[in-house]
Each structure stands twice: as structure tokens, then as C-alpha cells.
């Protein structure tokens, strides 16, 4: 069988797949939301760390930078 010539196409490529939509905790509202994004990850030496999260609409409201897209 002959092997096809042609190169993937971008919708045959794993990068054009969108991530999925975190859902979880917002801290700043305290409810559950989608689209959560880790703001702060608080790391303790003796014990369990905390992380907190928040939702689209509170990281524009509070102008919160996640952790991600900090430099």
C-alpha cells in the first residue's frame, strides 16, 4: 500500500487541540466556576502547601496576574 504524500494537515496536528477548561474552586468568590487558573501557590516547609485559584471573571475584577503569565 502506498503511503500518502501529502503532510498532516493543522486539524491532523495535537497543537490546534484546545486544552480542557479547568473546573474547580474559585477562592475569590468561594464557589465552584469553570476556567479556573492558579493565582499563588503558597509552599510551607512542615506541611501541605496551599494553591489558590480563581475564575475568569474575579482574575478581571480583582486584576489578578496567574501564575502562568507571570515573568
Do not use: F, K
Request: glycine share 8%; net charge negative; charged share 15%.
Amino acid at each position: 500500500m502506498a503511503e500518502p504524500s501529502q503532510a498532516p494537515t493543522a486539524q491532523d496536528t495535537p497543537e490546534t487541540t484546545a486544552p480542557p477548561e479547568r473546573y474547580g474552586y474559585c477562592h475569590w468568590h468561594q464557589a465552584s466556576a469553570r476556567g479556573i487558573r492558579l493565582i499563588d501557590a503558597i509552599e510551607q516547609g512542615s506541611g501541605p502547601g496551599i494553591t489558590y485559584y480563581a475564575c475568569p471573571p474575579c482574575i478581571n475584577l480583582h486584576r489578578l496576574v496567574p501564575l502562568a503569565d507571570r515573568p
